[in-house]
């Protein structure tokens, strides 16, 4: 079986993936369908979307929320917050609150226990939510149903612990089972070894580092550009198209990139970048 996600990028376009050799089972919740779980000899896999609270409550009360009812549907299918190996988190206004979000998601991963396992790899930007939430979510998670298949937490080599600063979140994952290795690479922005924006004001400079610091990332894990299987980029302002289409053209025409317009989670940066590689043994080409 090969299997790799289905992403949709808001407002953007649509990387498809495709999946054969298994059946999928959907999650209903209160008459949409959120989610996919399927399976292959190695692990289970449990992709859920557009997750969210009912917009009724405070922002941190609706970031509560979409996490337990993240928890609710994993259990609904057996799993539970500990098998989430990587999240996306569209939060309406971000600069304004990200600091209240991140203690919310911090609070509740200590007390499920997250913490004594693999953090999730995370992306967390503004905007591209569902109209009257404050948080919209996705998370893809992953059960071992051998001990061949391995999870665990990638550090960055060009930079500290997102944890250093208070945000919860990996700076990668990868999932090693003998089929392949897949590597999520968290939402990379200019962000220096001290935790300090890099490059205020020069959206050139800051798209240049953050490359950098995703490429460490990759051949840390014996990968390249080449394993990159989808990318997405975020511009803080969509006028600066140009200098990320100058960088590709430059050193990456092939990346698998979207481009979408977002707010970052910090006014003064410019430039996220997040991708998923994946490297396939010589067996199994």
């Known amino acids: 079986m090969r299997v790799v996600n289905i992403s949709e990028v808001r407002g953007a376009g649509t990387h498809l993936h495709g999946m054969s050799g298994a059946p999928v089972e959907r999650i209903d919740h209160r008459g949409r369908i959120v989610g996919s779980v399927f399976e292959n000899a190695y692990g289970r896999y449990c992709r859920l979307d557009d997750i969210r609270g009912d917009g009724s409550g405070s922002r941190t009360e609706q970031a509560r929320e979409t996490f337990e009812n993240i928890e609710m549907l994993l259990g609904r299918v057996g799993m539970d917050f500990s098998h989430v190996v990587r999240t996306w988190l569209y939060l309406d206004d971000i600069v304004s609150w990200y600091e209240d979000f991140n203690r919310v998601r911090t609070d509740f991963y200590a007390e499920r226990g997250v913490f004594d396992g693999v953090v999730p790899a995370s992306t967390g930007v503004g905007g591209g939510g569902t109209p009257g939430a404050a948080v919209t979510a996705d998370a893809v998670a992953v059960e071992p149903k051998t001990q061949d298949m391995r999870i665990s937490s ?19 994952v990868e999932i090693d089972a003998p089929d392949c290795r897949r590597l999520f690479v968290s939402g990379t922005a200019s962000i220096g070894p001290d ?8 959206v050139g400079e800051q798209i240049g580092l953050t490359m950098e610091v995703v490429r460490a990332i990759l051949e840390s ?11 997405v980029a975020y511009l803080k302002h969509g006028r600066d198209l140009p200098a990320l289409e100058r960088f590709l053209r430059e050193h990456l025409p092939a990346i698998p990139v979207v481009a979408v317009e977002n707010d970052i989670c910090r006014d003064e940066l410019l430039f996220e970048i997040e991708a998923d590689a994946v490297r396939i043994p010589a067996a199994h080409d």
């Open 221 to 231: 894990r014996g990968m390249d550009w080449p394993d990159v299987t989808r990318a």
């Open 154 to 172: 990638v550090e960055s080599p060009l930079q500290c612990p997102a944890t250093a600063y208070d945000s919860s979140f990996s700076r990668a």
């Open 195 to 202: 935790g300090r924006s890099a490059h205020r004001g020069d």
